[in-house]
T-cell receptor, first 116, second 111 residues
C-alpha cells in the first residue's frame, strides 16, 4: 500500500531533550516536506527536500534540523525542544516533474508533540 | 516573505447552497495553486489544483478559478453536502521553492 508513515504518532517530552520524528514514504517520491499545524495558523512549512541530499528552509525552520540521506526517509530533529514547539507535525511527499514542478502531496498521519 | 491570505476563516452554509473561499497571494512568480481538505482529526488531502496556464478547473461539484493579474484564486463548492464540512487550505508556490499555506477556512454545512 502506497503511504507516508511517521513515528512516533504521539510524544510527550521535556524541554531540552533531543528527539527525532521519523518519516518514510514507499512511493519513490523525490519531494518531501515537514509542516507544523497550530490552531489559527494553518499549516506552516518547516523544511523541504527536492531530492536526496537537497534540503531547504521553509517558513519556520528555527529550532529544527532535517537530513535526506535516502530517498524514502526524511527525519525531523529537534536538538533542544522548547514548549513553543508543542504542535501537530505532518510529513508529506510528492512526485516532482522536470524542473521541480509540484504535484499532489501525500501526507502522513501526523505526530502530536508536547514539550513540557 | 511570501504570504497567502485566505478568507473567510469560517463559513456556515445550508445543505445545497454554494460555498466560496478566496485566497490572495503575494509572489507573482507563483504558478501552482492546490487546495487541501482536512476533516476533523485527519490528514490534509488534495481536492483540486490549478496551474498558472489555466484560468479555471472543475471536478464535479468543485471548481477553482485563478486570476493571475489580481493574484487571487478561489474555491467554489456547489450543492454542498454535510460531508463537505472540513477545514480547507489554499496553497501557493512555484517549482523548487517553499509552498505557502493559507490559514484555513472552516466550512460547516448544516442539513
Amino acid at each position: 500500500e502506497a503511504q507516508v508513515t511517521q513515528n512516533p504518532r504521539y510524544l510527550i517530552t521535556v524541554t531540552g531533550k533531543k528527539l527525532t520524528v521519523t518519516c518514510s514514504q514507499n512511493m519513490n517520491h523525490e519531494y518531501m516536506s515537514w509542516y507544523r499545524q497550530d490552531p489559527g495558523l494553518g499549516l506552516r512549512q518547516i523544511y523541504y527536500s527536492m531530492n536526496v541530499e537537497v534540503t531547504d528552509k521553509g517558513d519556520v525552520p528555527e529550532g529544527y534540523k532535517v537530513s535526506r540521506k535516502e530517498k524514502r526517509n526524511f527525519p525531523l530533529i529537534l536538538e533542544s525542544p522548547s514548549p513553543n514547539q508543542t504542535s501537530l507535525y505532518f510529513c508529506a511527499s510528492s512526485f516532482t516533474t522536470s524542473g521541480g514542478i509540484y504535484n499532489e502531496q501525500f501526507f502522513g498521519p501526523g505526530t502530536r508533540l508536547t514539550v513540557l | 516573505g511570501e504570504n497567502v491570505e485566505q478568507h473567510p476563516s469560517t463559513l456556515s452554509v445550508q445543505e445545497g447552497d454554494s460555498a466560496v473561499i478566496k485566497c490572495t497571494y503575494s509572489d507573482s512568480a507563483s504558478n501552482y495553486f492546490p487546495w487541501y481538505k482536512q476533516e476533523l482529526g485527519k490528514r490534509p488531502q488534495l481536492i483540486i489544483d490549478i496551474r498558472s496556464n489555466v484560468g479555471e478547473k472543475k471536478d464535479q461539484r468543485i471548481a477553482v478559478t485563478l486570476n493571475k493579474t489580481a493574484k487571487h484564486f478561489s474555491l467554489h463548492i456547489t450543492e454542498t453536502q454535510p460531508e463537505d464540512s472540513a477545514v480547507y487550505f489554499c496553497v501557493s508556490g512555484q517549482a523548487g521553492t517553499a509552498l505557502i499555506f493559507g490559514k484555513g477556512t472552516t466550512l460547516s454545512v448544516s442539513s
